[in-house]
């Protein structure tokens, strides 16, 4: 079982930055970020493979950018210029093994004031 903290999210105004960050009980294989707005599916922002590389959904990167601290099973999520349309419930997610993430933080709104 793994067991996951997000948190860093709130209120924000339209060009401002947000630092998200999201900690497991217990070293994975990756963690993954994903959002989901009221009334919308949840979309995947990033992974962040433990021991490789990270991936950013393309319409993000030039805004979004992932890091991670591996002694502390830490990631975070650094947002930038944020927008509106960003305004989201942040989750995290994790898996021990590739496939389906079976464990998910507990998520944290981000809310992008025009």
């Known amino acids: 079982q793994v067991q996951l903290v997000n948190s860093g999210g709130g209120l924000v105004q339209a060009g401002g930055s947000l630092r998200l960050s999201c900690t497991t009980s217990?070293?994975?294989?990756?963690m993954a970020w994903y959002r989901q707005a009221s009334g919308k599916p949840r979309e995947w922002i990033a992974t962040?493979?433990?021991?490789?590389?990270?991936n950013i959904a393309a319409y993000l990167k030039d805004r979004f950018t992932v890091s991670r601290d591996n002694t502390n099973n830490t990631i975070f999520l650094q947002m930038n210029s944020l927008k509106p349309e960003d305004t989201a419930v942040y989750y995290c997610?994790?898996?021990?093994?590739?496939?389906?993430?079976?464990?998910w933080g507990q998520g944290t709104q981000v809310t992008v004031s025009s």
């Open positions: 962040v493979i433990t021991r490789g590389s990270t």
């Open positions: 217990r070293s994975i294989f990756s």
């Open positions: 997610a994790a898996q021990l093994v590739p496939g389906p993430y079976p464990y």
